[in-house]
């Protein structure tokens, strides 16, 4: 059974409209976050918390905010979604050993 | 900043032959360094990691040394697999102590044909 879940899994949205991605874990880890995957960029860091009702910025913060209500939930919110934010979306959490479990993935199409 | 440089984009080789991933990286401090590997459809997952100088790390066959002299850690198989076939991240941390916050580098995607 999946300790990471994402949802939705995949989603389209309009330029300008709000979106949610939300993640759920059972590892009962501490660290979580949200990360950002393009083709020729890799994996970078948007968001991250340590603790509930804390969130911290990561390496690019912009146009992005992030909730975190309990130590089971991460949320990503994109308050005016831009063509330039289409990409897939990793959740992760982890232990704080370097070692980060990842969900599946949510591919955002924003037209 | 922190940064990781892998050199191939992508890498296409045969069933049985050597494969070598070039990881550079640039760190403040005194990084711990991780290989991670991505399967289609899937999350990214931990392959191993070392944490200084000279320690080597190594797992299903792949294996990489820290070596602070010339800030590398690439990652070597000496006879691929097509199951090998994923997206290969390199990837560091350094807070303090802590591993929380990773910086990846851009990824190699590796083809092996049968």
């Known amino acids: 059974e999946a300790a990471v879940t994402q949802s939705p899994r995949s989603k389209v949205a309009v330029t300008g409209g709000k979106v949610t991605l939300s993640c759920h874990q059972t590892n009962n880890h501490d660290y979580m976050y949200w990360y950002r995957q393009d083709t020729g960029h890799g994996l970078r860091l948007i968001h991250y918390s340590y603790v509930a009702d804390s969130t911290e910025k990561g390496d690019i913060p912009d146009g992005y905010k992030a909730s975190r209500p309990s130590q089971e939930n991460f949320s990503l919110i994109l308050e005016l979604a831009s063509l330039s934010q289409t990409a897939v979306y990793f959740c992760?959490?982890?232990?704080?050993?370097?070692?980060?479990?990842f969900g599946e993935g949510s591919k955002l199409t924003v037209l | 900043g922190d940064s990781v440089t892998q050199t191939e984009g992508q890498v296409a080789l045969s069933e049985e032959d050597f494969l070598t991933i070039h990881c550079n990286y640039s760190?403040?401090?005194?990084?711990?360094l991780f290989w991670y590997v991505q399967y289609p459809g899937e999350g990214p997952q931990l392959l191993f990691r070392?944490?200084?100088?000279?320690e080597k790390g190594s797992s299903r066959g792949f294996e990489a040394t820290y070596d602070k002299g010339t800030t590398s850690f690439h990652l070597r198989k000496a006879s691929v697999q097509e199951s090998d076939s994923a997206v290969y991240y390199c990837?560091?941390?350094?807070?303090?102590?802590?591993?929380?916050?990773?910086?990846f580098g851009k990824g190699t995607k590796l083809s092996v044909k049968s």
């Open positions: 992760a959490s982890s232990l704080n050993t370097g070692q980060l479990y």
């Open positions: 070392a944490s200084r100088d000279k």
């Open positions: 760190a403040s401090g005194y990084p711990t």
């Open positions: 990837a560091l941390s350094v807070s303090g102590g802590s591993n929380a916050k990773l910086t």
